[in-house]
């Protein structure tokens, strides 16, 4: 596709719910980045992978968050039993860059509301 | 840790004027350095870059750079209310991209 997609663009799950968000890079991109923006904030980094290693998940805020890129381009990042500070906009961008780029295509984001 | 610190605004500037944005940051070593604009309800779209100290102009925008005082800003000549949106600063070096919480720009027409 021409850009970053992301699905569902919205999200609303109960408490104790597991939820798993897909993103599709722009193809070829090499890197692809996963950041949390909850209201009124910047966005956070969660993880980041290059091909299909996850080279970073420092981000990660528990081990209730998860994410994969099994074939080095669709992504998933899933939470396990959400919690009401998991609402947040979810980002993913990718690069044609490796490493540490700052150049990021972001995507619409999937917003997440746990109720 | 690595921080960066923006002035959450709101800033208010007429439209035709200059909007300056600042941004500071805590790592010496981050080397690479961004602007991002965000539209209310849509994602960020990179709009500048700047890898050096001084400026760097492209069209109305011009991002400066000083590593000693460990400061970035963003100028936007001939404000439109269209520019009206959330600027994003942000840092990266041995890190992943780290942002800034953001400054919400309001261009009055």
């Known amino acids: 596709g021409a850009g970053v997609s992301q699905s569902p663009r919205y999200k609303v799950a109960k408490r104790g719910q597991d939820v798993a968000l897909r993103c599709d890079p722009i193809?070829?991109?090499?890197?692809l980045f996963w950041y949390q923006q909850a209201l009124g904030q910047g966005p956070e980094f969660l993880t980041y992978?290059?091909?299909?290693?996850?080279?970073?998940k420092s981000g990660l805020p528990s081990d209730r968050f998860f994410a994969e890129r099994p074939e080095g381009s669709v992504s998933t990042l899933k939470i396990q039993r959400t919690q009401q500070e998991d609402s947040a906009v979810y980002l993913c961008?990718?690069?044609?860059?490796?490493?540490?780029?700052?150049?990021?295509?972001f995507g619409e984001g999937s917003r997440l509301t746990v109720l | 840790q690595k921080e960066v610190e923006q002035n959450s605004g709101p800033l208010s500037v007429p439209e035709g004027a200059i909007a300056s944005l600042n941004c500071t940051y805590s790592?010496?070593?981050?080397?690479?350095f961004f602007w991002y604009r965000q539209y209310s309800g849509k994602s960020p779209e990179l709009i500048m870059s700047?890898?050096?100290?001084g400026d760097k102009e492209d069209g109305r925008f011009t991002a400066q750079l000083n590593k000693a005082s460990q400061y970035v800003s963003l100028l936007i000549r001939d404000s439109q209310p269209s520019d009206s949106a959330t600027y994003l600063c942000?840092?990266?070096?041995?890190?992943?991209?780290?942002f800034g919480k953001g400054t919400r720009l309001s261009v009055i027409a």
């Open positions: 961008a990718s690069s044609p860059e490796g490493g540490n780029t700052g150049e990021l295509f």
């Open positions: 193809s070829g991109h090499v890197s």
């Open positions: 992978f290059q091909n299909e290693a996850q080279l970073d």
């Open positions: 790592d010496r070593v981050s080397q690479s």
């Open positions: 700047i890898y050096s100290n």
């Open positions: 942000a840092v990266t070096g041995n890190t992943p991209l780290v």
